[in-house]
């Protein structure tokens, strides 16, 4: 009798390799990033928390390509990005990573449709094609019946799903968000977490969270605690019993 084959185990997507890096103030220079090494793996939400001040935007900014090492290597998706000049990294940001920051970065002119579509017509596709893409995604963060508004139309956790599905709409491997919910009340906040988590695990997408907030934590699949620069643990926490509400698990 032929025996289930086990479901295969996530691939490595993301690599930091003795990490370092410094910052120069003044006559003083103070390292941030003390000889980093990590494994990322794709379908998986990946938090990094930890204090005010010890190092995970650096880090996360590191990882997605945004700022170089001093020392060491960051190989996404089997690329060595420390290789890369600066066009042909800001190709492989192009066509592989997608970004969600604190502040939603949305123009206030455009509606929520077309602050999702603009963004693909730098990666060649067709009108037809971006708007098709831009709608599935704004129907996927569970914004389909507002995509006709601006953003001062919309509440802040409308806001940052805006921003969600205009990352989303560019099918990257690697999502990267900094502090995506600190803006936001509790309850927005785990919406915004939930719907990052449901891209990792549908998308097969690597998605990297950066917080302070430790509501978080139980969210994600993995959580790196850091602190001074150093990772001091890496776990994974007790699932969640309670879905978030406001937000439906798509039917496939
Ligand atoms: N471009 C820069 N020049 C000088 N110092 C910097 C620069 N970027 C970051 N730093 C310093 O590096 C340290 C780590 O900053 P970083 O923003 O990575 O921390 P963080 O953990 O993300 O903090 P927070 O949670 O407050 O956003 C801080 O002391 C910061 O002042």
Redesign the pocket.
């Given at each position: 009798m032929n025996q289930p084959s086990p479901s295969p185990a996530p691939s490595i997507s993301l690599q930091a390799r003795n990490v370092s890096?410094s910052?120069?103030?003044g006559a003083v220079r103070?390292t941030?990033?003390h000889d980093l090494t990590l494994d990322m793996r794709a379908g998986e939400l990946t938090l990094i928390s930890?204090?005010?001040?010890?190092?995970?935007?650096?880090?996360?900014?590191i990882l997605s390509g945004l700022?170089g090492t001093d020392s060491g290597h960051v190989i996404a998706l089997g690329q060595d990005l420390s290789v890369l000049d600066k066009r042909a990294l800001e190709r492989f940001r192009l066509h592989h990573t997608g970004f969600v920051f604190q502040g939603f970065n949305l123009f206030p002119a455009l509606n929520a449709l077309e602050q999702v579509e603009l963004p693909l017509s730098y990666l060649g596709l067709t009108p037809v094609e971006a708007r098709r893409r831009a709608r599935a995604s704004l129907e996927e963060v569970g914004l389909g019946p507002r995509m006709g508004l601006r953003p001062s139309e919309l509440s802040g956790g409308e806001k940052q799903r805006v921003a969600i599905a205009r990352a989303l709409a560019k099918e990257p491997d690697l999502l990267f968000a900094?502090?995506p919910t600190s803006a936001l009340d509790s309850a927005n906040g785990q919406i915004i977490i939930d719907i990052l988590h449901r891209i990792a695990r549908t998308h097969g997408t690597t998605v990297l969270c950066?917080?302070?907030d430790p509501r978080l934590v139980g969210h994600a699949d993995r959580v790196l605690g850091?602190e001074d620069?150093r990772i001091l643990s890496d776990r994974v926490p007790s699932p969640l019993s309670t879905p978030t509400p406001g937000i439906e698990e798509p039917s496939a």
């Amino acid at each position: 009798m032929n025996q289930p084959s086990p479901s295969p185990a996530p691939s490595i997507s993301l690599q930091a390799r003795n990490v370092s890096k410094s910052f120069t103030s003044g006559a003083v220079r103070a390292t941030v990033l003390h000889d980093l090494t990590l494994d990322m793996r794709a379908g998986e939400l990946t938090l990094i928390s930890g204090p005010s001040g010890c190092g995970k935007s650096t880090l996360l900014a590191i990882l997605s390509g945004l700022q170089g090492t001093d020392s060491g290597h960051v190989i996404a998706l089997g690329q060595d990005l420390s290789v890369l000049d600066k066009r042909a990294l800001e190709r492989f940001r192009l066509h592989h990573t997608g970004f969600v920051f604190q502040g939603f970065n949305l123009f206030p002119a455009l509606n929520a449709l077309e602050q999702v579509e603009l963004p693909l017509s730098y990666l060649g596709l067709t009108p037809v094609e971006a708007r098709r893409r831009a709608r599935a995604s704004l129907e996927e963060v569970g914004l389909g019946p507002r995509m006709g508004l601006r953003p001062s139309e919309l509440s802040g956790g409308e806001k940052q799903r805006v921003a969600i599905a205009r990352a989303l709409a560019k099918e990257p491997d690697l999502l990267f968000a900094d502090e995506p919910t600190s803006a936001l009340d509790s309850a927005n906040g785990q919406i915004i977490i939930d719907i990052l988590h449901r891209i990792a695990r549908t998308h097969g997408t690597t998605v990297l969270c950066v917080s302070h907030d430790p509501r978080l934590v139980g969210h994600a699949d993995r959580v790196l605690g850091m602190e001074d620069g150093r990772i001091l643990s890496d776990r994974v926490p007790s699932p969640l019993s309670t879905p978030t509400p406001g937000i439906e698990e798509p039917s496939a």
